[in-house]
């Protein structure tokens, strides 16, 4: 088994009001088949012993389908992979002496709560104004009641995996939250389920997004290569198409 | 249910505009380079040109008043999206890189709010040299016409720096649309992977094609010697 020597450049901020900095960092002997949070882990239990705060990082389920993480790492949004989340990103990406520069996301709309650790509640309060269908509470509905042709079902679920873990407001130059909105919306909108709210949905949703600080996509479309799920930048024009529909 | 006013000072509609109002600066700057081609053509094709815009009276100006509208309104909303961001993203990323792949982000992208100023100030000081410029009227059979094709041509023959500035502006404004006209038709809800694949490389190809266009005549002035270049015929 291979092991490297990675030198890492960390932002390190203590909360909110702290103007923060970068720390350097050197690990040894780090596996190519680690993940590169594990590395990270490795890190911290160095730091623990050493009696030093560990670096604090998002995580969750570890298996790319949480949305929990999402570190900048040498300037792109989940590392250099495409269609892959930072916990399923593995050292064997990296080589021997490589300098690794880790950062939060950077945002207004997604404040730095400690190190690498950001509040992205401003995409909760998205989804609170408009994410959901209404529906009968009470018996289960009939399976096939309500007939949804299978390519609309298909192009409603690629929208549906969105996780929400931001790397498209990371990426974009723009600090736009358009890809994620829209995707939110294109999801809803598309089956019949989500018609009777469709159009209070999509203008509320896109009054949220303005009202949370996130600047204008300008279809630079990086949003779409770091997407972890690869969910294309179509949801942004679908949200567009919806919006103008509703206001007309 | 956001006012008129209020949906088109949304996100979306912001773009939206951005959008339509750059399609029709395109389609304004399509015609502006037919106008310009007919420098090659009769010794006063292009005074005649002039001379029937400028009998379209009314008309004229109510094509001005929307082209002034059309680009007062796309500068306006262009700088605001750049302060926007700049207001979005207070911190800088120490390191920022492209994941290429399907991004569209390219030098082009990134620097439409740079590209955008140069044009808007180049637009004012071309408009003063040549709409607003002193001509000579002159006399074709027993017609009267203002001799705009002999202010063209000594403007760019004896001046390398409007020669030169010029052609800057113009690989300026390629670069512009380069990206401008494909995100045109995704602001206006261009939704298909495939037709969008097609609208890049056809947008792109434009982008040069007029570039290349409205560069190619002061350079030629300057370098072939006004009148005395062989593509050219003067009254």
């Known amino acids: 088994m291979s092991t490297m020597t990675i030198h890492l450049k960390i932002w390190r901020q203590k909360n909110a009001n702290d103007p923060g900095h970068f720390e350097d960092y050197t690990l040894d002997e780090v596996s190519e088949h680690m993940s590169f949070l594990e590395m990270l882990d490795v890190l911290n239990e160095n730091l623990i012993k050493e009696g030093t705060e560990p670096v604090e990082f998002d995580y969750d389920c570890r298996e790319g389908i949480c949305g929990s993480c999402n570190l900048v790492i040498n300037g792109r949004a989940h590392g250099p992979k495409h269609k892959t989340a930072v916990c399923q990103l593995h050292m064997r990406n990296y080589s021997d002496g490589d300098t690794i520069v880790i950062e939060p996301p950077r945002a207004a709309a997604f404040p730095v709560i400690k190190d690498l650790v950001v509040d992205r509640s401003a995409f909760d309060r998205i989804i609170e104004a408009g994410g959901y269908v209404s529906v009968k509470t009470g018996s289960a509905p009939e399976a096939n009641l309500i007939p949804i042709a299978q390519d609309v079902s298909n192009e409603s679920f690629d929208y549906a995996t969105c996780i929400g873990c931001g790397a498209c407001v990371a990426a974009c130059p723009n600090s736009s939250a358009a890809l994620f909105t829209g995707a939110k919306l294109a999801h809803l909108n598309l089956l019949p389920q989500g018609q009777p709210e469709r159009e209070k949905r999509t203008i509320a949703m896109v009054d949220q997004m303005d009202k949370e600080g996130f600047g204008d996509c300008s279809n630079h479309g990086e949003c779409e290569a770091v997407c972890p799920v690869g969910i294309s930048i179509s949801a942004i024009a679908e949200m567009r198409k919806d919006y103008l529909k509703a206001v007309i | ?235």
């Open chain 2, 1 to 235: 249910m956001p006012s008129f006013i209020e949906a088109l000072k949304s996100q979306v509609g912001r773009k939206f505009l951005t959008g339509i109002t750059g399609l029709l600066l395109v389609f304004f700057i399509i015609f502006h380079l037919m106008g310009n081609l007919a420098i090659f053509g009769e010794p006063n094709a292009m005074n005649e040109y002039s001379k029937f815009l400028h009998s379209l009276g009314p008309l004229l100006w109510v094509a001005r008043a929307g082209l002034i509208i059309a680009f007062i309104l796309h500068a306006w909303i262009g700088i605001s999206i750049w302060w926007n961001k700049r207001k979005a993203r207070p911190q800088k990323y120490k390191v920022y890189s492209s994941k290429g792949g399907p991004s569209k982000q390219s030098l082009s992208s990134r620097s439409m709010a740079f590209t955008g100023i140069v044009l808007l100030v180049f637009v004012v000081i071309h408009v003063n040299t040549f709409a607003l410029g002193d001509t000579e009227t002159i006399t074709v059979a027993g017609e009267q016409y203002s001799d705009l094709k002999q202010l063209v041509i000594d403007t760019f023959a004896n001046s390398a720096l409007y020669t030169f500035g010029y052609t800057i502006v113009m690989i300026l404004l390629g670069t512009h649309l380069g990206h401008g006209i494909w995100s045109a038709f995704v602001s206006l809800t261009m939704r298909s992977k495939k037709t969008s694949a097609i609208v890049y490389t056809v947008g792109a190809i434009f982008a040069v094609l007029l570039a290349v266009g409205f560069l190619f005549i002061p350079l030629y002035i300057y370098f072939a010697g006004g009148c005395e270049a062989a593509l050219i015929s003067c009254n």
